[in-house]
């Protein structure tokens, strides 16, 4: 085996070829890995539980199956983790709250079955936000996750755990679950790739839910190659997911080498605004110098609904979370709570299990669908997503790829802003539009090897239009890695 | 009374699919062990998502088409959310604003005639699970949960009893004869929401109150229940006060109805779409594909059976009690012309048949009498070539032995003496014998029937009546004794 592992900059891509050539085993690879999990953990916390045993089983199966000479997927012997909403037979899946704490699941999530039949090797489910409510990382029952490349920083939200776990080597990639943010911020945050699908493209069966209309399922990874690759084997119609598209899933790394001659990047002048951090806005611009550099075109867009967007998010969002989040009961699953009769029980339970950030979004989500105030709220914010839709639709009629900054802040310190619902809420304002519309977002690092302000671009593209962004976001890589 | 009713109903029909509304679980959890027939989806674990069944889907469709409903082309599922121990998501799939079929209509027969029935609406839902008390426990079984439920809603033009029942019957045949479901009411596949006030003969606007009574699991429970409300209400308003707006619930099967917490006006079921299932779209021709797939629906057979053979709305109605008793019968008269054959076949089908299947608890499918076999009956009988004591005993006999007709006339030596020579000599034996009755003859006409019966009883039953009658006419030189004897 190599002694020059370097398990944080190891992507798949590479790790892929290292076992192809057997230069390294899919156990010593798996070992290495739960070894960097055992040091770092401690100090970052980005693991709820590591599935140390399914890691060994799994990565052995695949040796033996290399041994063979069989022909293996790309992912095949590839230790990866999954952010603790996905069902795993027999793994604990606690959405990072205390409700659920205890809940051993019973089937497998689609994602999982997946990577499953890619041979994947799971190491680990990764800490969250308690039911994907937060962009820092710190609303967990199981205690905050730290930044890795920062340990005084948060990590970003609320797919906290895979992006710390992605940037410190635990695992050379996670799945992570995008509502609002929650992929690309803390891939923006931790200076790694993240990737939100298209709605649809990626099956939700087996995900906790947080808003069905939103939720997308996606990859965090260390290149774009490798959210290229993960995607792949993850994307396509679902018979158990009636929300999944019917287009075909192209071969995403046939689009990576694209010429960007003459392709037009639009700048949204909502996003380039007062409240933007002045480092964000500097570094975001070199990154669309590089795009100059490599011949395409820049142009000013505007997307004027998008001072709506963060209020039309939020309603419709935590609306359907409200409902959602009425099955944890404490009954069929979950923590216990004693109480004098069903109501009580089941009000003790969501009292005690939900925390208070969860307890807001119910109130305010059931409170946005009550009679008398949805046609104010719900069906108000149903409308303006419908008019972001358009504005969106219409600006890819002049542009191929929308930029702007993942996130418009660096990321902040630890209990900084735990107590400042609002100001949590506002520094989502870049990623939430995304959703409701249902396009695909790609974060990238603007410099991954820049420890000192972590900045991610994000990458807009029209519906099932992945590999634009893959093209995108790989040749920025290339050129502004190119030793 | 000095009141009418003013009744609307809710009827929920379990639809008859193979897997439920939204997972791949068996549908058919009748009498299976608790908890059997779960999946994630229905058991409403973390994760799990609906898929919706196509085919409940259609069903829908297929009955608001049959209700006279328009259809809703471009359709969705919401929510509807509320906490109960058997509602395992804490909302039920259902359909809010666009329900599949709206603004139908049903024709009934009522006692000042022909009324129409509108339908609010059809829409489709999943049922929920079962919650079992026993003792100070509650026990949970999701075997029923998401088994796809069809709800249709009448506008609250009832004012008979007679005329509820009648709609609930017929509904019944509706939803059968579709195939959609079984409504099995002993299986709890029909049940019934009542919506029930009074208000003073003459006034045409709708009560200040109504009284909802759930979970009415048969006809005959639901005219209890009215009889009891009607009683209740009455009393009540006759007093000068109005009834509590209120649900009420039945404890057994009596009809006597108890006040439950009047919690209505509190609860807010918080719709919105649901986001799990994209809209359902049909198409004009989808639709129009589907309406093809009806069938000719009960009260159009009953029109037709009246039209073309000339029956009785009872006796149309009879036929037309199932769609397999339709069917059976429509077999039997395949290929006949003759209008009276045809009548006879009804009146042999629904009655001496009937009753001997009803007597030896025989079902219609198992009856070892094909409709072909009861043709070839009815036509023997028709072409004289057996009488109709003979054809009784014939069929009985069919029943047991699942014979033909024509092997039994044989078998039984039944068949009818038409040899006019051999009748003649009955005749003149019989006069011979009885002068006594001759005599009597001009003063007591039923004397003349005693010599008819005298002349059959030595014919062994097998000879047709008409003809002993007419030689009996003839060999008494009296011309008038045919009209005498009819």
Redo the contacts between chains.
């Keep these: 085996m190599s002694n020059t592992l370097d398990l944080v900059k190891l992507t798949v891509a590479d790790a892929a070829k290292m076992l192809d050539s057997k230069q390294i085993s899919a156990t010593e690879l798996t070992q290495e890995s739960l070894r960097c999990i055992k040091a770092r953990e401690p100090e970052i916390n980005a693991f709820i539980s590591v599935t140390e045993e399914i890691a060994l089983t799994r990565s052995k199966h695949v040796d033996a199956d290399r041994a063979t000479g069989k022909a293996l997927s790309a992912l095949a012997g590839i230790p990866y983790s999954l952010k603790d909403?996905?069902?795993v037979v027999g793994t604990k899946?606690t959405?990072g709250s205390k409700i659920?704490e205890s809940?051993t699941s019973?089937?497998d999530?689609t994602v999982e079955r997946k990577l499953q039949e890619a041979q994947g090797v799971l190491i680990g489910k990764t800490n969250c936000d308690s039911f994907g409510f937060g962009s820092t990382g710190e609303h967990s029952a199981f205690g905050p996750t730290k930044n890795p490349i920062n340990t005084t920083l948060v990590p970003g939200g609320s797919s906290s755990g895979s992006g710390a776990a992605v940037a410190y080597g635990g695992g050379l990639y996670s799945i992570g679950e995008d509502t609002g943010g929650s992929i690309r911020c803390p891939a923006a945050f931790c200076n790694i790739v993240g990737l939100k699908p298209t709605y649809g493209r990626v099956s939700?069966?087996?995900?906790?839910?947080y808003?069905?209309?939103y939720d997308s399922i996606g990859p965090m990874t260390k290149s774009v190659q490798d959210a290229a690759i993960v995607l792949q084997h993850i994307a396509g119609k679902d018979?158990?997911?009636?929300?999944t598209g019917e287009s075909a899933v192209p071969e995403y790394t046939a689009y990576l080498e694209n010429s960007l001659h003459g392709k037009k990047i639009g700048l949204p002048k909502e996003y380039f605004v007062d409240g933007l951090d002045p480092l964000v806005r500097q570094k975001i611009m070199q990154a669309v110098e590089v795009y100059t550099s490599l011949g395409a075109e820049i142009i000013e867009i505007s997307l004027p609904n998008t001072e709506h967007a963060i209020a039309a998010y939020y309603i419709v969002g935590i609306?359907?979370a409200s409902?959602n989040l009425?099955?944890?009961?404490g009954?069929?699953?979950g923590t216990e709570v004693e109480g004098k009769n069903?109501?009580e029980k089941?009000k003790n339970a969501r009292g005690i299990g939900f925390n208070d950030e969860a307890k807001r979004r119910i109130m305010v989500g059931?409170y946005a669908?009550?009679?008398g105030y949805?046609d104010q709220f719900?069906k108000k914010a149903q409308q303006v997503r419908k008019l972001l839709k358009k504005e969106f639709l219409s600006a890819f009629s002049l542009v191929d790829i929308i930029l702007t900054p993942t996130m418009p802040v660096l990321p902040p310190k630890i209990g900084e802003d735990v107590n400042d619902p609002l100001k949590l809420w506002l520094m989502d304002a870049f990623t939430v539009s995304v959703n409701p519309v249902g396009v695909p977002a790609l974060s990238v690092p603007v410099d991954k090897n820049d420890v000192s302000a972590p900045v991610g671009m994000q990458l807009i593209a029209p519906h099932f239009k992945e590999e634009v962004l893959f093209n995108f976001g790989h040749l920025y890589e290339k050129e502004v890695y190119a030793s | 009374m000095n009141y009418e009713l003013v009744i609307g109903l809710e009827i929920h029909i379990q639809a008859k699919t193979k897997s439920k509304m939204f997972c791949r679980c068996d549908a058919k959890y009748f009498s299976a062990a608790p908890n059997t027939h779960v999946?994630?989806v229905c058991?409403?674990?973390?994760?799990?998502?609906?898929?919706?069944n196509k085919k409940a889907i259609e069903q829908c469709i297929r009955l608001s088409l049959a209700l006279g409903c328009e259809i809703n082309k471009f359709s969705k599922f919401d929510?509807k959310?509320y906490?109960y121990?058997d509602l395992?998501?804490?909302?039920q799939i259902s359909q809010f604003d666009l329900p599949f079929g709206y603004k139908g209509k049903v024709r009934i027969e009522s006692q000042d005639g022909e009324k129409e029935i509108a339908i609010t609406r059809v829409h489709m839902e999943e049922d929920t699970g079962k919650s079992i008390h026993s003792g100070n426990k509650?026990l949970?079984d999701f075997n029923k949960s998401g088994v796809p439920l069809l709800e249709v809603v009448t506008e609250p033009d009832f004012r008979e009893v007679k005329d509820v029942v009648f709609f609930a019957k017929r509904l019944k045949q509706i939803v059968t004869y579709l195939g959609v479901s079984d409504a099995d009411m002993e299986k709890g596949q029909m049940r019934f929401e009542l919506n029930m006030s009074l208000r003073k003969i003459g006034e045409t606007q709708l009560p200040k109150y109504k009284v909802e009574v759930k979970n009415i699991g048969s006809i005959s429970v639901l005219e209890k229940v009215i009889a009891y409300e009607t009683e209740r209400q009455q009393g009540i308003l006759e007093k000068g006060e109005t009834p509590v707006q209120e649900t009420r619930g039945l404890r057994d099967l009596s009809g006597i109805t108890h006040s439950q917490r009047a919690k209505e006006e509190a609860n807010?079921y918080?719709?919105?779409p649901e986001?799990?299932?994209?809209p359902i779209v049909f198409s004009e021709e989808e639709v129009t594909l589907l309406r093809a797939t009806l069938g000719e629906l009960p009260q159009e057979k009953k029109n037709r059976y009246q039209k073309d053979y000339g029956f009785d709305s009872a006796l149309a109605e009879k036929i037309i009690a199932t769609k397999q008793k339709a069917e059976w019968f429509e077999q039997s008269i395949v290929g006949v012309q003759e209008p009276q054959v045809i009548a006879n076949l009804a009146k042999w089908y629904v009655g001496d048949f009937m009753a001997l299947l009803k007597a030896s608890k025989t079902r219609l499918s198992q009856a070892k009498v094909t409709p072909e076999m009861l043709r070839e009956l009815v036509q023997r009988l028709h072409e004289g070539k057996i009488t109709a004591p003979s054809a009784k005993q014939i069929l009985a006999e069919m029943l047991v032995s699942g014979k033909s007709p024509d092997a039994l006339i044989t078998e039984l030596g039944l068949e009818a003496v038409s040899d006019e020579g051999a009748i003649l000599d009955v005749v003149k034996q019989v006069l011979a014998a009885n002068p006594k009755v001759l005599e009597d003859m001009k003063k007591n006409p039923n004397a003349y029937k005693f010599l008819i019966g005298q002349a059959m009883k030595q014919l062994g039953g097998k000879a047709n009546p008409q003809q002993v009658d007419a030689l009996l006419v003839k060999e008494l030189g009296v011309t008038e004794g045919a009209e005498s004897i009819q």
């Design positions: 909403v996905y069902n899946t959405a659920l809940y019973v089937y999530a939700r069966y087996g995900a906790i839910a808003a069905s209309s018979p158990y997911d009636a929300t609306s359907e409902s009425g099955r944890m009961d009954i069929r699953f069903w109501s089941i059931t669908l009550s009679a949805a719900y | 999946c994630p058991l409403g674990l973390p994760g799990a998502l609906p898929v919706p929510r959310n906490f121990p395992p998501k804490a909302y509650t949970l807010d918080r719709y919105f986001p799990d299932i994209p």
